[in-house]
T-cell receptor, first 113, second 113 residues
Framework: DGGITQSPKYLFRKEGQNVTLSCEQN?????MYWYRQDPGQGLRLIYY???????QKGDIAEGYSVSREKKESFPLTVTSAQKNPTAFYLC????????????FGPGTRLLVL | GNSVTQMEGPVTLSEEAFLTINCTYT??????LFWYVQYPGEGLQLLLK?????DKGSNKGFEATYRKETTSFHLEKGSVQVSDSAVYFC????????????FGTGTSLTVIP
């Protein structure tokens, strides 16, 4: 089955710690995205990548970093500079051309200890 | 700029009632419009889409018509079921800004037996 997987489902972060969220897709999509979801605020774009080895900041990139070394993988690191990381993180992918449907993974919930 | 405005929730309906969730948009170009559904603790799933004016998207009994004259894409279903309880997101994809999606804040629907 083609799809997007995210791991872990739940992640706990201690103060000052960097944590990495995994996102893998086997849809052969060029473009991948990371969103943050907070209650009542909808989705906000953190980073996106249209092609391997290239990525762009979204609306709320501060305190986050990404890499795109392989087409299938787009990991997100939440750094210690992100002071309010508690949220639901969603990864998505699309074929990459304009107006293509984005397909979402099941999400990772990040909690601060 | 681009934006999506959704009807505020939560919405509570009895089973078999008629559903309307309002969505209006502002766009600089000729966007595609989407409805996504999110069940508790899960990622977003595409419900339906429309790519040009007067198109009607439909899926699982849900419908929405792309109305350029009123810049709207309201979601409707004739008879809701308990299993339709979820959060619904309206979104647009701009034709000029590659891969950029704009989401509404979501509308929570609860259907009671």
């Amino acid at each position: 089955d083609g799809g997007i997987t995210q791991s872990p489902k739940y992640l706990f972060r201690k103060e000052g710690q960097n944590v990495t969220l995994s996102c893998e897709q086997n849809l052969n999509h060029d473009a991948m995205y990371w969103y943050r979801q907070d209650p009542g605020q909808g989705l906000r774009l953190i980073y996106y990548s249209q092609i391997v080895n290239d990525f762009q900041k979204g609306d709320i990139a501060e305190g986050y970093s990404v890499s795109r070394e392989k087409k299938e993988s787009f990991p997100l690191t939440v750094t210690s500079a992100q002071k309010n990381p508690t949220a639901f993180y969603l990864c998505a992918s699309s074929l990459g051309t304009t107006q293509e449907t984005q397909y979402f993974g099941p999400g990772t919930r990040l909690l601060v200890l | 700029g681009n934006s999506v405005t959704q009807m505020e929730g939560p919405v509570t309906l009895s089973e078999e009632a008629f559903l309307t969730i309002n969505c209006t948009y502002t766009a600089t170009g000729y966007p595609s419009l989407f409805w996504y559904v999110q069940y508790p603790g899960e990622g977003l799933q595409l419900l339906l889409k429309a790519t040009k004016a007067d198109d009607k998207g439909s899926n699982k009994g849900f419908e929405a018509t792309y109305r350029k004259e009123t810049t709207s894409f309201h979601l409707e279903k004739g008879s809701v079921q308990v299993s339709d309880s979820a959060v619904y997101f309206c979104a647009l994809s701009d034709s000029f800004i590659r891969n950029q999606f704009y989401f509404g804040t979501g509308t929570s629907l609860t259907v009671i037996p």
